[in-house]
């Protein structure tokens, strides 16, 4: 299999890179399932904190691998295609260590998918974010239509999604989809940086916070403090939570174990 997804470690963050320069990292099944298995690969590794993924070349992606989709004879193995996405960027999103997109130059299609699944995004000024599907007959496949919406004001990611026009790093940055920007050539630099502000959490804090925000966003306000109430109390119990006073009162940082 050829490799489309490199991964370095370094200072407590997992950095994968599409390396598909010559498609414009392309998202195709190899990419899904390189996904998934990088996933599985750090899950456990307490050397890992977080993860940033970025693109080779000259785009973070330009979305999901035409070729691949134009060899389809059936339409089993385009459903299978759109289920190999969803399910890695589904594992991406539950993934229980926080994620940066560093994007720059175009983030189309898949591209963009990707980038939503992740929880933070930092891109390039210039850089274009869009859902382009309707000029190709279809509608975003993985994920676009439902975590735009949560991101963009609905109106905004409406009309991303039918027209297919892509906006720019800066408004996206503007409108709240894009958590900072960088200058030119600077998007993985300032994305390893906020990653590692999140290095120095709590790995049992970062994972709750993460569930906490995801999924309370679709419960009952009264239901999700409740559940919020609940999480906190089993934090309060936690070796770090200790660790976490303790160097309150020494005026350093946490030393944190997730245990
Ligand atoms: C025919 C299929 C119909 C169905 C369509 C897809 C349905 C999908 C269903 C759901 C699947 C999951 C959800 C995701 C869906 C998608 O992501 S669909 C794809 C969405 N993306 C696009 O439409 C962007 C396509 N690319 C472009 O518009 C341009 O490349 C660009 C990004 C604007 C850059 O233009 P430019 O700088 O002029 O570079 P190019 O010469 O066009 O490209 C350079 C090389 O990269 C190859 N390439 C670009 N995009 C893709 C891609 N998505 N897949 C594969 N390869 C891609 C391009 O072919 C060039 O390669 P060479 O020709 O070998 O140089």
Redesign the pocket.
């Known amino acids: 299999m050829n490799t489309v997804l490199r991964t370095e470690l370094r200072d407590r963050i997992a950095v994968l890179t599409l390396d598909r320069p010559?498609?414009?990292n392309?998202i195709g099944s190899e990419t899904a399932e390189q996904l998934k298995q990088t996933l599985a690969d750090v899950r456990d590794n307490d050397d890992v904190r977080a993860l940033v993924i970025t693109g080779a070349g000259r785009?973070f992606s330009?979305?999901?691998?035409?070729?691949e989709?134009?060899s389809f004879t059936a339409p089993g193995q385009?459903r299978t295609?759109?289920g190999r996405?969803t399910e890695a960027f589904a594992l991406l999103e539950d993934f229980p260590k926080p994620s940066v997109a560093a994007v720059h130059g175009?983030a189309?299609?898949?591209?963009l998918?990707l980038a939503l699944a992740c929880d933070l995004r930092v891109a390039e000024r210039g850089t274009r974010l869009g859902l382009?599907?309707m000029?190709?007959?279809?509608l975003?496949?993985?994920g676009?239509t439902q975590r735009l919406p949560r991101l963009l004001p609905p109106a905004i990611a409406r009309q991303m999604i039918l027209t297919g026009e892509p906006i720019d790093a800066e408004r996206a940055h503007a409108l709240g989809l894009v958590n900072e920007l960088a200058e030119p050539g600077g998007a993985l630099k300032t994305a390893e940086a906020l990653a590692a502000k999140l290095t120095a959490g709590a790995p049992l804090a970062l994972a709750a916070g993460k569930r906490l925000v995801d999924y309370g966003l679709g419960m009952d306000l009264e239901a999700a403090i409740a559940y919020e109430r609940e999480t906190v109390a089993v934090l309060f119990s936690t070796e770090d939570r200790a660790e976490g006073l303790k160097a309150f009162r020494e005026r350093r940082p946490g030393d944190f174990r997730g245990v």
């Open positions: 010559g498609q414009l392309a785009a330009a979305g999901a691998d035409l070729g989709i134009e385009f295609f759109v996405l175009f189309f299609g898949g591209g998918e382009p599907e000029k190709l007959g279809v975003p496949g993985a676009g």
